[in-house]
């Protein structure tokens, strides 16, 4: 059986924080470990780069973008996730490489399959073995937004063609990704989400 790991995905403002927290603490109520990590970040290296990549006072390169978010993340499998898994604690990621894949590939123009290819030597084995995309409309995403970040502020466009991007990734690995509408009400969101977790562990 594959490990646990989850990564909840999508555009800004489909909710992904509130989903992993929810689906998280009911998982916990099932008497699971659960360790839960975001993107980037999670770890000391992780965190510095988190602030270069999503502060407004630096402008990186999109391949400069790319390869930051594929250090923190190599880092964050390393220190975090992977040693979580082995413990045998349940991982719920809030963002995963294929947010990369989406918004740098897609978005940024870079290619899916280019940046994939420097995600994986960090990665291993270490990959999520279920996605949960929620899909929303790239301005109501937006509107839903506390506050923005520099990637998050570049407009309902980029969204668009990031959205384009994870469509085109759960497309082509439809035996890792479940679709749930995050239009939906929150309760229902999070249902669907757990639902699936647990029918596949």
């Known amino acids: 059986m594959s490990l646990p790991y989850v990564a909840f995905e999508g555009i800004e403002g489909a909710g992904k924080s509130t989903v ?4 998280g603490e009911r998982l916990e109520a099932d008497g699971h470990e659960v360790v839960r990590v975001r993107e980037p970040g999670g770890t000391a290296v992780g965190e ?3 602030a270069i990549l ?12 790319a390869l930051l978010f594929a250090a923190a993340r190599a ?3 390393s220190e975090v996730v992977g ?3 082995d413990s045998g604690a349940w991982v719920l990621s809030d963002r995963s490489v294929y947010s990369s894949l989406a918004y740098q590939g897609a978005g940024r123009g870079l290619g899916i399959d280019a940046v994939r290819s420097v995600n994986e030597p960090g990665l291993q084995d270490v990959w999520p073995n279920l996605v949960i995309l929620l899909a929303i409309d790239a301005a109501e995403g937006l509107l839903r937004q506390d506050v923005g970040d520099r990637i998050g502020d ?5 969204q668009r063609t990031v959205a384009d991007g994870f469509a085109t990734a759960a497309a082509s690995e439809p035996e890792r ?3 749930i509408d995050a239009g939906n009400p929150l309760d229902d969101v999070v249902d669907a989400a757990y ?3 647990r029918s596949r562990w």
């Open 20 to 23: 992993a927290q929810r689906v």
């Open 48 to 50: 510095r780069i988190r």
């Open 54 to 65: 999503l502060g407004h006072d630096l402008l990186p390169d999109p391949w400069t973008e």
């Open 75 to 77: 880092q964050l499998a």
């Open 83 to 85: 040693p979580a898994l």
């Open 154 to 158: 570049e407009g309902v466009e980029f």
């Open 177 to 179: 990704f479940v679709i």
């Open 195 to 197: 639902r699936e977790v």
